[in-house]
């Protein structure tokens, strides 16, 4: 069944339930992008009761390298709480997945970079890393001869850097040999 909402109450319910979704602050563009996936509110809608959010104290936000990220108050949380039944089931279910795989689509793109430069004439540095709050937990620098080499390499790890982390560690701290 597709819904659209007009009524500024339900509007508003579902800009706070995006927000609540994520559990990180998120961009004003992630908001939209995950409302208007499924076409349930308008544009100028999200944004103009967006705005209103904000000077009702129900969602507050802080801007970092010219970019707003929003997060509910705890005004905002308990609103969402107490008021999300307001929503049919399926459009929350619909909203929390699509904030899931957004959520992880810019943990992805913000926590993980894999670059490469030309050293020489012979060699590019290729460095892959792994950023959590606003520090690396994995950084690694290593030659490649070419540069589709390095494209490879760095291909590769954003595709899985979960998995090339969890091998590197391992094979670093494998204690089975030490006695």
């Keep these: 069944m597709?819904?659209?909402?007009?009524?500024k109450e339900d509007v508003k319910l579902i800009i706070l339930t995006v927000i609540n979704n994520f559990n990180i602050p998120i961009t004003n563009?992630?908001?939209?992008?995950?409302?208007?996936?499924?076409?349930?509110?308008e544009y100028i809608d999200i944004m103009q009761y967006l705005h209103e959010l904000t000077e009702t104290s129900l969602v507050t936000y802080y801007i970092e390298n010219?970019?707003?990220?929003?997060?509910?108050?705890?005004?905002?949380?308990?609103?969402?709480?107490?008021?999300?039944?307001?929503?049919?089931?399926?459009?929350?279910?619909?909203?929390?997945?699509?904030a899931k795989e957004n959520a992880r689509a810019f943990l992805n793109d913000e926590?993980?970079?894999?670059?490469?430069?030309?050293?020489n004439d012979f060699e590019y540095t290729v460095t892959l890393r792994i950023m959590e709050r606003g520090g690396d937990i994995f950084n690694l620098k290593i030659t490649a001869g070419t540069e589709k080499m390095a494209k490879a390499m760095c291909g590769r790890f954003k595709r899985?850097?979960?998995?090339?982390?969890?091998?590197v560690f391992s094979m670093l701290v494998d204690t089975e040999g030490e006695n």
């Design 2 to 7: 597709d819904y659209h909402f007009d009524s």
């Design 29 to 41: 563009a992630m908001i939209v992008d995950t409302v208007l996936t499924h076409s349930f509110v």
């Design 66 to 98: 010219e970019t707003r990220y929003y997060s509910l108050t705890q005004k905002g949380k308990d609103t969402v709480s107490y008021f999300s039944s307001k929503i049919p089931l399926t459009v929350r279910e619909r909203l929390f997945a699509t």
């Design 111 to 119: 926590s993980v970079q894999a670059t490469y430069e030309k050293a």
């Design 160 to 167: 899985d850097p979960q998995t090339f982390y969890t091998s």
